[in-house]
């Protein structure tokens, strides 16, 4: 029921997958603990799982140069989602096309009956090839090789933009549930099986400026402890940061439909520029919630001045809902906040009052040096916004953060050599922005 993957082999690329990474200090913009390619081109984050103690990333990777080009999932692994070991690319491009983004299941009840048995270590990856259909491919050894189902593809294009599925198990209809995006909608499918899928309903609202990308559906607790349904898509374009930046909406899900609570409004992950084509792991410990999110902008992304790598992720945000007073929403905080005295990393907290001030602006320092970042915070119109010192495009020099409270700010900046992320302490709303150059 399977076959080999491509004829390309893992030495074809061994120079550019090193084991047991950590960042290297000498070169100019590395980040330390923010995930980064040890070298060549890397987008969007794909398949994360966790198993055996493992959290796996996935992810778009171009082996070959330092722009966009031919798609190949890279894959890392860590225990502490600081520390990141690489391994052999995972999938090739093969005769069907390139490998876009995609997602991975465990199915550990061989309900695709492409494994010998019930396994914690099935893994199924279903995934895009660019002409727009959807592959699948699996791993009996937790996602460190791969065969690729022979008869692929399992999901026709229907669309010219048809791509980026994810797969999720829903318990209630005892069903595989896959939500694809469209053009400017998404498209739910059913299965039993991983492999034949059926179209059940499709969702559309919200931002429609650019082409929907990336999508994810999943749970989460409110203050009552009550589960509501969130789905995220990305967008190409339009967000409130200009350009890339990921969407969400609130509601409920029946395994067939999604119901979006429209009085909630269209809400935002993220209020920076740099942070898109994220998704949630699968099977994360403690139940949490954990997203990830490429930390760049198609604007400038094929320009970001690091050598000998391009692209990097934000450190992965353990999610949650809260409620800002007129509705819920969604916030997030780093799952593992970075050790102190790892060189060139900041973890500072600062805090603002009203009574200092309707009107306040702070110029960030980092080990007593300025770094050319302008916090600029406004409480009379409750608005946060951070200037960045060289904007990679002129349009996008300031990320703006609507604030909860007028009467106090409280923020946790993470810096990272030229990579940035603020969050907001009361509300887990953030601001994700790259300062290279």
Known sequence: MVEESSSHTAKDHAANQPKSFFPIGHEPWRPQVHFTPKRMWMNDPNGMIFQNGLYHLFYQFHPDSMIWGPMHWGHATSRDLLKWDYHDVALFPDKDGKIFSG?????????????????????????????????????????????????????????????????????????WIMVISADRECHFYTSNNLIDWTFSSSFSGGCTDGIWEVPDIFQLPNQDGDLKWVLIISISKGSPAGGSGVQYFIGDFDGIKFHWDENLGTKWLDFGPDNYAGSTWCNEPDNDKLYIGWMSNWTYANNVPTDPWRGCMTLPRKLQLFDNGSGLEVGGFPKIWPVENIPKVSTQELNFFATDGLHQTLSLEVDGRLTGHELNIDFAERLFSLKRPQALSSMYESAVMPLVSSKSLHLKLIFDNGLIEVFDI??????SQVSFG
């Open 426 to 431: 009361q509300t887990g709303r953030g601001i």
């Open 103 to 175: 997602c991975c299941v465990n199915d550990r009840n061989n309900t695709s009956n492409l494994f010998e048995s019930f396994g914690e270590n099935n893994f199924v990856a279903i995934y895009s090839y660019d002409c727009q259909t959807q592959g699948l491919a699996i791993s009996r050894d937790n996602g460190f090789t791969w065969e690729k189902f022979k008869d692929n593809p399992i999901l026709p294009a229907i669309k010219k933009n048809f791509r980026d599925p994810k797969v999720i198990w829903h318990e209630s209809t005892g069903k």
